[in-house]
């Protein structure tokens, strides 16, 4: 594990994949399934890491630990609420599986400087925000809690809490650029990253 704090990682696989019309997280991209990639990225930088998903027997070939959802059906809020939940660690490193183009250098970014702070999100230029490529603390489950009991499941709702300190990452910063938080929505998508220069992880 890269730093001294321990953390949990938290790769997010519970997606319904509308738009691929099957589960994306066993796409192969370059031979490797996204949710392997994912797990290769996040291991080195974590002291647990966990699955986010309902289909526990699925990813079970992975050998990592898999979480069902407490609150089911209310997307990627109620993923990180259950690994929350089942940990007993303090900080939470959270990947979307279909996000191949997360680098190491954007992690860093991710985990620098966040003493004192509830979250770290990137941002890209166009002001849009990537929470489900972020660091999140155990400070924010009561949050996550409270909202899920009232079906009220937008993660970036979460940051308008004036009672969370919240950091946004830049791509200014220099950890990374606004292509590297691109997800893989549809086959389309898939088939231009298989072009791309991609990490092998």
Not at 28 to 56: F, M, T, Y
Not at 92 to 107: S, Y
Not at 113 to 131: A, C, F, K, Q
């Amino acid at each position: 594990m890269r730093g001294s704090e321990e953390i949990c990682g938290v790769i997010l696989a519970g997606g319904r994949s509308r738009r691929m019309g099957e589960d994306k997280a066993l796409l192969e991209l370059r031979g490797i399934p996204l949710i392997q990639r994912a797990k290769n990225l996040l291991q080195p930088w974590v002291s647990e890491l966990v699955i986010s998903a309902n289909l526990v027997e699925k990813y079970r070939f992975l050998g990592l630990p898999v979480i069902p959802d407490v609150f089911p059906g209310q997307g990627p809020m109620a993923g990180i609420h259950a690994a929350m939940s089942g940990s007993a660690l303090d900080a939470f490193l959270v990947l979307a599986c279909d996000m191949p183009c997360v680098t190491p250098a954007l992690l860093t970014g991710l985990l620098q400087d966040h003493e004192g702070v509830d979250l770290v999100v990137p941002v890209t230029s166009d002001g849009r925000t990537h929470p489900l490529c972020g660091l999140y603390r155990r400070s924010c489950l009561a949050e996550f809690h409270h909202r899920l009991l009232h079906s009220q499941n937008r993660l970036m709702d979460v940051f308008k809490n004036p009672a969370l300190k919240v950091k946004f990452l830049h791509p200014s910063g220099g950890s990374f650029r606004d292509s590297d938080l691109t997800n893989i929505n549809t086959k389309s998508d898939l088939s231009v990253h298989e072009k791309a220069g991609l990490e092998p992880f």
